[in-house]
């Protein structure tokens, strides 16, 4: 765990989070600020910056992946939804612990606001 870094300390249970699913390697819990009906992030227990570090540890990024399906599962998603790993300046990535965006719950509109 690093102590400096928000998601561990959610990890931790140090910080409050509308947990959602708990596994042995991952964490789901809601977004504080919802950008869609439905809002989860992911987060591997371990810490990794992003998802290039995380490819590193391909057990556990299988794992980030499978708690997201269960997550779209369990919000109920049946109408589709996305997995987005926010990476680096470019990606708009704020909390450097890897995270996956599950969002959905209504029709999201394109997949990219043109810049
Ligand atoms: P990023 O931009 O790094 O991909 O996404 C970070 C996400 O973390 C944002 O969607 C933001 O709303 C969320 N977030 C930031 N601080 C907190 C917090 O303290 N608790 C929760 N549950 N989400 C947070
Ligand atoms: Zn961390």
């Known amino acids: 765990m690093e102590t400096s870094c928000l998601f561990c300390r959610i990890v931790a249970g140090e910080i409050p989070a509308t947990v959602v699913h708990r596994t042995?390697?991952?964490v789901a819990f809601r977004d504080i600020d919802p950008k869609a009906p439905s809002h989860v992030l992911v987060v591997p227990v371990a810490h990794h910056a992003d998802v290039t570090e995380l490819a590193g540890d391909p057990?556990?990024?299988a794992d980030v992946l499978a708690t997201a399906a269960?997550?779209?599962e369990l919000e109920g998603l049946t109408g589709g939804?996305?997995?987005?790993f926010n990476t680096g300046a470019?990606?708009?990535?704020?909390v450097f612990h890897v995270h996956a965006h599950v969002v959905g719950g209504a029709p999201l509109g394109p997949m990219l606001a043109r810049p």
């Open 24 to 26: 042995g390697t991952t």
């Open 59 to 61: 057990a556990v990024a």
């Open 81 to 84: 939804f996305r997995v987005i």
């Open 90 to 94: 470019h990606g708009g990535q704020e």
């Open 70 to 72: 269960k997550v779209a």
